[in-house]
């Protein structure tokens, strides 16, 4: 890698509704200008956003994934193990992971944090299935993000809203054991949903753990206790409104080394809203500053 800095914008070209492309294109001038050698990926549907973002990390010390929560997720999952610095220009309808190092949609202003580069190591976790750094969500939690992936509805909030209702009169509790490595006893019980939760929010606005700071070195889990289903729609509703789930019906514990998670029966999951195998047995490990992140 060259000692001189060089930008590689990695472009899903799906985002914004496929607006992406054509706003990007517009503006590569302007980049070039600002970042020395930036060059510009558009990414399209049978690409290897992992595997790109792998490659270019090599010759590139700065890559920057334009799109949602699964297009960074995505180039994440390439450059951990390198010293690559991740930048993040939102483009999504969700963009947790974007509000929690300080983005909005501000275009201009996602630039300028760019060009400050502040950097700050982010924790991620590690999976069978690669690797995450906002929340992985089982059960209720991933059956939603499955029904809201395959909705039509164009607004992000609507996808995520009736795919929740969905998922809640669609899902029954499931029984479930967790083995937290700092915690001497297993955990064993009926359970609505279990996230693993690196930050705060999913789905834009769904506080599921209010607590996660994702450069503590520490990991939530969050465990819905088997609840009666209307109680639980009712704190779904609540959770839309921009409220978190009411403590009564949480379990929360923390963990900064391992966890793993077993259910009674192959469940819909998500890591960052992106759909992984379904499974019924999970691994999870925090790999604590794992990267470096430019944030606001």
């Not at 607006?19 to 549907?45: D, G, H, M, V």
């Not at 039509?152 to 998922?167: N, P």
């Not at 900064?256 to 759909?275: C, F, N, P, Y």
């Amino acid at each position: 890698m060259s000692n001189y800095p060089s930008y590689c914008f990695i472009i899903n070209c799906a985002s914004n509704a496929f607006r992406a492309e054509s706003f990007f294109r517009n503006k590569e001038a302007e980049l070039k200008a600002k970042f020395s050698n930036a060059s510009f990926i558009y990414i399209r549907k049978d690409d290897s956003i992992t595997e790109i973002a792998r490659q270019k990390s090599e010759g590139c010390s700065h890559i920057i994934a334009c799109g949602g929560d699964g297009t960074v997720n995505r180039v994440a999952n390439g450059l951990v193990g390198s010293d690559c610095i991740l930048g993040v220009i939102p483009l999504g309808s969700g963009n947790d992971f974007a509000q929690s190092i300080g983005l909005d949609l501000n275009f201009d202003r996602n630039v300028e944090v760019l060009s400050r580069e502040i950097i700050t190591r982010v924790d991620v976790v590690s999976t069978d299935c690669g690797y995450f750094l906002n929340t992985f969500g089982i059960g209720v939690d991933g059956l939603t993000n499955y029904y809201a992936s395959k909705s039509g509805l164009k607004s992000g909030f609507l996808r995520y809203f009736v795919g929740g209702l969905k998922a809640l009169f669609r899902s029954e509790p499931v029984r479930t054991k967790i083995s937290i490595s700092e915690h001497g006893t297993d955990i064993e019980q009926k359970v609505w949903m279990v996230a693993v939760a690196n930050g705060k929010s999913e789905g834009g606005k769904y506080q599921i753990s209010p607590s996660s700071v994702n450069s503590d070195g520490k990991v939530e889990l969050i465990i819905v206790k088997s609840v009666n289903r209307i109680r639980l729609i009712y704190e779904f509703l609540k959770l839309s409104f921009g409220f978190s789930f009411n403590k009564r019906i949480v379990d929360e514990y923390s963990f900064t080394d391992s966890v793993s998670i077993s259910t009674e029966g192959v469940l819909k999951s998500h890591a960052d809203g992106e759909q992984v195998p379904e499974n019924d047995d999970y691994k999870f490990k925090v790999l604590p500053g794992a990267l470096k992140v430019i944030t606001a």
